[in-house]
């Protein structure tokens, strides 16, 4: 079983950043995607970004581009999703998932690319 553990949420006000952290479970050579997604109340889960495990290949949603950095460590098998410029809409319950399949990110922004999933961690921006 794949394990992926969140952490790095936290609040902050308009402007300021955050770094979120992925700690996965699972060896580089087997993860072919990994993402973040986010999800605020009363709004469906949104891909914000991913990163293509082999190459470092990297995906972004329009919301976030040029403001969200997703990068890796594979020798601590780790991901991060570096946040600056946060906005009060950026607040959500943000979480990272996992993709074994030989897809890759061919459709990183969508939820049923991953096979597994963080517990997730809460981001509040206040403006």
């Known amino acids: 079983q794949v394990q992926l553990v969140e952490s790095g949420g936290g609040s902050v006000q308009a402007g300021g950043s955050l770094r979120l952290s992925c700690a996965v479970s699972?060896?580089?050579?087997?993860?072919?995607?990994m993402g973040w997604f986010r999800q605020a109340p009363g709004k469906e889960r949104e891909g914000v970004a991913a990163i293509t495990s082999a190459t470092g290949s990297t995906y972004y949603a329009d919301s976030v581009n040029g403001r969200f950095t997703i990068s890796q460590d594979n020798a601590k098998n780790t991901v991060y999703l570096q946040m600056n410029s946060l906005k009060p809409e950026d607040t959500a319950m943000y979480y990272c998932?996992?993709?074994?399949?030989?897809w890759g990110c061919g459709t990183w922004w969508l939820s049923r690319t991953y096979n597994y999933w963080g517990q997730g961690t809460q981001v509040t921006v206040s403006s």
């Open positions: 998932a996992a993709n074994l399949t030989p």
């Open positions: 699972e060896s580089t050579y087997r993860r072919k995607c």
